[in-house]
């Protein structure tokens, strides 16, 4: 039994897409979901992507992408993360976590994380997103 992380490719838009749509499905937000395969291609294997993605695969099948629970997946995602970010001389690593997801909340706090509550997230999206794009 082994797991690799490696690089996305093109060819895992689908699988991707299949990750960030059961992820949606446990925050109890598929209602949210719009990525579609053409998008994920586009956004993370196009000319300038702004997007990356590591892919975790135990014995050779994909089984997680940077957020991912058991066989301490999750854990060596953000240890392969922290070391891009260290080689690269990012400053930090930062994510999102519902709040009432505890069991998360729980793992991030043991490998170091700090709940950042007094930042407030803040979307535009539809309508108002194509008004203030106007």
Not at 34 to 55: N, S
Not at 100 to 117: C, L, V
Request: negative net charge; charged residues 30%.
């Amino acid at each position: 039994m082994t797991l690799t992380i490696r690089a996305a490719k093109a060819a895992d838009a689908a699988q991707i897409v299949a990750f960030i749509r059961a992820l949606a499905a446990y925050e109890k937000l598929e209602h949210e979901v719009k990525a579609r395969e053409a998008d994920i291609t586009r956004d993370l294997f196009g000319a300038d992507p702004k997007v990356f993605c590591e892919i975790a695969e135990w014995d050779g099948r994909p089984v997680g992408f940077a957020l991912w629970f058991g066989k301490g997946i999750g854990k060596a995602l953000l240890v392969h993360l922290a070391r891009r970010c260290v080689a690269e001389g990012l400053g930090r690593l930062e994510w999102w976590v519902l709040d009432w997801n505890e069991p998360s909340i729980a793992f991030y706090k043991a490998q170091g994380g700090a709940m950042q509550d007094e930042w407030t997230k803040v979307r535009v999206d539809g309508e108002d997103l194509l008004r203030l794009g106007a």
